[in-house]
């Protein structure tokens, strides 16, 4: 099995350090580059060459959300999972319409930042259903005004996004609804289409917002 390739973005060494440690010593994973920040972020990916990117949002120079928009330009095909808190909501609504992949707060377990790693490279896109609230507001004020209540979603879509909601996995939601990851995930493509969002903390935080779940 190809190991996972992950570079990281963190200003904190001591928590750089302990991400890089993670990844080493993880089966299927492997750590080709640590960074204190995205200053030189694009020869950075090309040394490293990583799969995903797990990136801070505050860090000092380029950060990254700046980093976010650079990697999404120049390389499309790496996916990045940003590592948030809970007081950066404005940064946090920032990173969403840049189009990240995933939104992981920093005190997620470390076995469940390596499930988040994978299912974004499978085209899953993680993210913690507290992220989420914490814009919900934001969304409700700058986007969802005057959206109709009625999305037209199935019995089985509403059933997912309930799910979604509640922080499952596309792998749990899989087996919650005893059908398969790929069937998942067409589900929650549909999801989003109806929706008019464009990732899981969009559809999380319109749902929350329109009371649809």
């Known amino acids: 099995m190809q190991e996972i390739k992950v570079a990281v973005f963190e200003d904190n060494k001591a928590r750089r350090e302990l991400l890089k440690m993670l ?94 790693m994978r299912e974004v490279l499978d085209g899953g896109a993680p993210m913690t259903p507290t992220v989420a609230r914490q814009v919900l507001h934001l969304f409700n004020n700058k986007h969802y005004k005057n959206t109709p209540d009625n999305f037209d979603l199935t019995e089985r879509e509403h059933e997912i996004l309930k799910l979604l909601v509640k922080g499952l996995s596309y792998k749990m939601i899989a087996a919650e609804c005893n059908i398969s990851y790929a069937t998942v995930n067409s589900h929650i493509s549909h999801i989003y289409e109806k929706l008019h969002v464009s990732n899981a903390a969009e559809a999380v935080a319109k749902a929350l917002g329109q009371r649809i779940v």
């Open 23 to 116: 990844l080493e010593t993880s089966e299927g994973f492997v750590c080709t580059g640590a960074f204190e920040n995205c200053q030189h972020i694009i020869k950075n990916i090309v040394g490293c060459l990583p799969d995903v990117i797990l990136m801070d949002i505050d860090m000092p120079g380029v950060n990254g959300i700046e980093g976010l928009k650079i990697v999404h330009t120049q390389f499309p095909q790496v996916k990045v999972l940003m590592q948030t808190i809970f007081e950066e909501e404005e940064k946090i609504f920032e990173a969403i319409l840049a189009g990240a992949d995933g939104y992981i707060l920093k005190k997620t377990p470390p076995l469940k930042l390596l499930d988040a």
